[in-house]
């Protein structure tokens, strides 16, 4: 996955960035920083994009 290619994310973790992005914005953060925070944040709550169901541990 390129950088900034997002398709491989959940549409909802897709909403959980945009919600933090939003909030971060409303907090006075630049539009590219909040988008950065949200993404990590995104990241560290769900490791990552897509994961398959079954086998997952």
Not at 10 to 29: L, N, P
């Amino acid at each position: 996955m390129s950088r900034g290619d997002k398709s491989a994310y959940t549409d909802k973790q897709k909403r959980k960035a945009e919600h933090i992005e939003e909030s971060y914005e409303s907090h006075g953060v630049s539009e590219k920083e909040a988008e950065r925070r949200a993404w990590a944040t995104v990241n560290k709550q769900d490791g990552g994009g897509r994961k398959s169901g079954s086998g997952r541990h």
